[in-house]
């Protein structure tokens, strides 16, 4: 898997020399020169991997880590920063980074925080598509069995998905049933 990875540096040989290191690798890489722009991404749904450096010209880049921290599907963040201090990097893990490196960059090192970040996306994405329950509702014309199925749905988070049945020799032929 390859990933879409957004790369917010102020500095053009960080931009160029990181996503010329990514490229040949396969993942796409999307860059941003300020917070302004790595927002706008982040609010088109763009990446599905930060590289975030820590001081930019219109902000402070861990910033972005609180003002994503209510997205469903927050992708992981890398922050990368020359002015690495202990108390930032803990505050950074604390805050939902998912690593933190120091300039200069050791691309070998990049791509292993990389992999990993990639991993807990597959994993995300894996726990996303489980499905937890089933709920058949059935009930004569009338009874409205449909609603209660509705309810879990829209009050559980549930995906439902409904079928009529109310001719037993259609559903009795599985090759008709369509999800």
């Known amino acids: 898997m390859t990933a879409t990875i957004l790369i917010v540096d102020d500095e053009e040989n960080a931009l160029r020399n990181i996503s010329a290191f990514l490229?040949?690798?396969?993942?796409?890489?999307?860059?941003?020169?300020?917070?302004?722009?790595?927002?706008?991404?982040?609010?088109?749904g763009e990446p599905e991997i930060v590289?975030?450096?820590?001081?930019?010209p219109d902000g402070y880049g861990p910033d972005l880590l609180e003002e994503t921290a209510h997205l469903?599907?927050?992708?992981?963040?890398?922050?990368?920063?020359?002015?690495?201090?202990?108390?930032?990097?803990?505050?950074?893990?604390k805050n939902g980074a998912h690593d933190f490196l120091q300039k200069p960059i050791q691309l070998e090192q990049l791509h292993q925080s990389i992999k990993r970040a990639e991993e807990i996306m597959t994993?995300?994405?894996?726990?996303?598509?489980?499905?937890?329950r089933v709920v058949c509702a059935s009930g004569s014309t009338g009874t409205h069995a449909g609603l209660?199925?509705?309810?879990?749905?829209?009050?559980?988070?549930?995906p439902v998905i409904g079928v009529n049945v109310s001719?037993?020799?259609?559903i009795l032929d599985k090759s008709k049933l369509e999800v």
């Open 51 to 56: 590289l975030l450096d820590v001081q930019l």
């Open 72 to 93: 469903p599907n927050r992708p992981p963040i890398i922050l990368i920063t020359a002015f690495g201090e202990i108390e930032m990097a803990v505050e950074a893990m």
């Open 23 to 44: 490229e040949p690798k396969g993942y796409e890489v999307i860059l941003a020169t300020n917070l302004a722009e790595a927002r706008a991404s982040l609010q088109r």
């Open 148 to 158: 209660v199925t509705g309810f879990h749905g829209n009050n559980g988070n549930i």
């Open 123 to 132: 994993q995300m994405f894996e726990k996303s598509l489980r499905i937890d």
């Open 167 to 170: 001719r037993k020799e259609e």
